[in-house]
């Protein structure tokens, strides 16, 4: 069955400090991946997406992910946090048609 | 672009009861899907409506049902309201791109319905 596993509910990093999100899928087929944010009160906001090719994929406000089939991985990383990323990021996969699956999310706290 | 809406932004209902979730779409997206999200969770995938005809489902029973209309809005409707029902509720509109699988298409995000079920 397809699912996304995001191990860590919440991180906590110091502004201006790197920051990984992690994220593991379980999906048969080439997965169709996707970092999603969400600041309370809001809807969620697409950060990226990764259907095929190169599997360093950029995004919007500095994120990048890298796809990793071997490792059934797709981590979020940002080279210097600032404060106002502090929200909740969801990691999902295209589970084929029309249906996406999410992970239960990470929580981003980003001390002063 | 207008950004998809939903309304109302907070409801309270009790048990047994039944609700109706709005949500307006982009001009020109034909594809709107709804999500639960319950508290400290990722969104679930409900259904999915594509020119107003059901196009796929989630694990939720048949009280979840759902109308798309012509204008680009739609409707969820939830029957004997559940306290487990109790969630934000999301819709996500998606354009149409021409021979793009539905589950490459970007979604866009409403702020959500947030119901409390007494």
């Known amino acids: 069955a397809q699912s996304v596993t995001q191990p860590d509910i919440h991180i906590t990093v110091s502004e201006g400090a790197s920051l990984e999100l992690r994220c593991n899928y379980s999906y048969g087929a080439t997965p169709y991946l996707f970092w999603y944010v969400q600041s309370p009160g809001q809807g969620l906001q697409l950060l990226l997406k990764?259907?095929?090719?190169?599997?360093l994929v950029q995004g919007i406000k500095g994120f990048e992910a890298e796809f990793k089939r071997s490792q059934s991985s797709f981590n979020l990383r940002k080279p210097s946090v600032h404060w106002s990323d502090a929200a909740e990021y969801f990691c999902?996969?295209?589970?084929?048609?029309?249906?996406?699956?999410f992970g239960a999310g990470t929580r981003l706290f980003v001390k002063a | 672009e207008t950004g998809v809406t939903q309304s109302p932004t907070h409801l309270i209902k009790t048990r047994g009861q039944q609700v109706t979730l709005r949500c307006s779409s982009q001009?020109?997206?034909?594809?709107v899907s709804w999500y639960q999200q319950a508290l400290g969770q990722g969104p679930q995938f409900i259904f999915q409506y594509y020119r107003e005809e059901e196009n796929g489902r989630g694990n939720f029973p048949p009280r979840f049902s759902g109308l798309q209309f012509p204008n680009y809005s739609s409707e969820l409707n939830v029957n004997a309201l559940e306290l487990d029902d109790s969630a934000l509720y999301l819709c996500?509109?998606?354009?149409?791109?021409?021979?793009?699988?539905?589950?490459?298409?970007?979604?866009?995000f409403g702020p959500g319905t947030r119901l409390l079920v007494l």
């Open positions: 990764y259907f095929s090719g190169d599997t």
């Open positions: 999902a996969v295209g589970a084929g048609g029309f249906k996406t699956i």
């Open positions: 996500a509109s998606s354009p149409d791109t021409g021979g793009v699988p539905l589950d490459q298409e970007t979604q866009y």
């Open positions: 001009s020109g997206h034909n594809t």
